[in-house]
């Protein structure tokens, strides 16, 4: 089921029951896995594999409940050169994939989301809309991004992390902040940030740690609240 | 693979290699994603909007070292009007999805869940059996509602909270009891309940907490375990 | 799209746009759903249940950033008899699965496991590479179980817990080291575990714990950090 507008350079390796909408452009010596769903514009680059199951170019929707509804206007999928996208996956349009990123399988990222080059998101990980992820960040399986947030370069972030940004929850109508990461800092394992917390350059996250307010470059946190270690 | 039983309304958006089975009744102007499987005897309203490679009506299985069996005589899966349901979902049968419902990606129900108007189920999050879900009700990214739960209206559950019902983990055959969490609470991000906690109306749980022992009415309570706020 | 050099067994019971490629061996009595991919070489035995849209033998891969590289010379997955798979798992090849094991839906498997008899992965559990599960284990619900790691006979692990096997996070190669958990030990729901933790036999982790250093046998552990229990 490939679109006739559909256009796909030389060495493609197409899997059985694959579904390419209209207007997808998708580059060189690209395998493309069984069952996989590209959605209309999605632009692909050269080398990237895709793994078997996965939606590229999904649009947003949402119901009546939510305060902040998805845009209309909205850019196609961007994935760049050399990118490798699991299995099962589902990426939503309106984000740019830079050269050299990982994505595992069962991983979903939403629209507005920009990642940069040879990044790594983790088997199950997820990540809401509007996020900015540097170069060379390591994101483990199943942490949780949340929207609006800065994720600077070089950042390491275990499994099962959990951030937000949202301070009054669901209460209404204001800006939502999520936490920015600064150059170099790390998080253990299952580490929860609150809303608009800022990790400072090379500092340390101990896992488990609750971070309810800034952490100061160079500086290593542990517990609930997370405190100063040995201090 | 539409099965001739099968009873399709008007103004259907039918994907490619989409399987629907025996007796599926579906209502009018219904979206049915690429790769979507609807499982014999499913029940789905108008103006509903189902992601691509998502299972609806799933039958639940079991192995040997399961202490609680599957119940073999379980009802076909309902969902009403106007139900917006993500990509790569897993639906039970035997659960009601009420109207206005929103269910995110890579998420999953289980059977003899009753989901109330408007809700929103989040992106891989994963409840279980028996719960019951009030109307407008947010369950945010990848939380772990457990079986044997009361959601009351209006409450709302941040990313990654996890939730259990089995005081004596594994130990026997004994009655599970999720918590209940009542009208107008609010969980913070990756916040930890107990086995039969309650959760008192509108009260506040902060993100990273563990709740060991019930919270009152309007009670904010933070830490691990658990303490009310500035006390 | 069945490979003719694949093997077939009896009673094989094929859902709709199933993908078999070469080499693979099927025993009897095999229930196969719909949009399954089972990748080349993989053997599956008797009386086996694979669920939708679930891919079984994937080669693992890796990007530019990621200091541990799959090996190439990695075997078959092998999947014996009465196994119960769910929908949309993604099982890697070079994996063992013992009889009667049951994996939930949106699960994953890495390359490498060994599973026991009987032992029970839940829905949307993470399990990494290298890592070796015994017989009888319960793994619940959005559990990651991290590489590397030991799981003896009749382990429980609650829902949503979080295990990491990195002691420098990212910073290098050296080896890595997951938790060991021996016989018995239960650990509580969204409990974590740090890198090289051993969990004695019978030893109880409670709900939401973090555990720093090691637990003796018929320990009850609770907090952040985890200590012994009243005192």
């Given at each position: 089921?490939?679109?006739?507008t559909?256009?796909l350079?030389?060495k493609?390796e ?5 579904v ?12 493309i ?20 199951l ?5 649009t ?5 409940s ?9 850019q196609?999928?961007?994935i760049?050169?050399d ?7 589902v ?22 989301v920009?990642?940069?080059d ?10 809401e ?8 960040v390591?994101i ?13 370069d070089?950042?390491?972030i ?23 990461i600064?150059?170099?800092?790390k998080?253990?394992n ?7 917390i800022?990790i ?14 800034d952490?100061?470059d ?7 609240p997370?405190?100063e270690?040995n201090?």
């Amino acid at each position: 089921m490939i679109h006739e507008t559909a256009s796909l350079g030389r060495k493609i390796e197409l899997g059985a029951y694959v579904v390419i909408e209209e207007d997808v452009i998708i580059g060189d010596n690209v395998t493309i896995g069984n069952h996989v769903i590209i959605k209309a514009g999605t632009r692909i680059g050269n080398n990237v594999l895709i793994g078997d199951l996965s939606i590229l170019g999904k649009t947003p929707s949402a119901n009546q409940s939510m305060s902040r509804k998805p845009e209309h206007a909205i850019q196609p999928l961007v994935i760049k050169d050399d990118v490798k996208i699991g299995s099962n996956t589902v990426l939503y349009k309106g984000s740019s994939i830079n050269n050299g990123v990982f994505i595992g399988d069962l991983a979903s990222i939403r629209e507005k989301v920009r990642i940069g080059d040879r990044s790594i998101i983790g088997r199950n990980a997820m990540v809401e809309m509007n996020t900015r992820i540097g170069k060379q960040v390591t994101i483990q399986t199943g942490s949780y991004i949340t929207g609006d947030m800065i994720i600077e370069d070089n950042v390491f972030i275990g499994p099962c992390c959990s951030t937000s940004n949202d301070k009054y929850m669901g209460a209404g109508n204001y800006k939502h902040r999520g936490p920015t990461i600064q150059q170099g800092a790390k998080l253990g394992n299952n580490a929860t940030l609150l809303p608009g917390i800022i990790i400072g350059k090379n500092a340390v996250v101990g896992a488990g740690s609750v971070v309810t307010k800034d952490v100061a470059d160079n500086q290593v946190v542990v517990g609930n609240p997370a405190r100063e270690l040995n201090k």
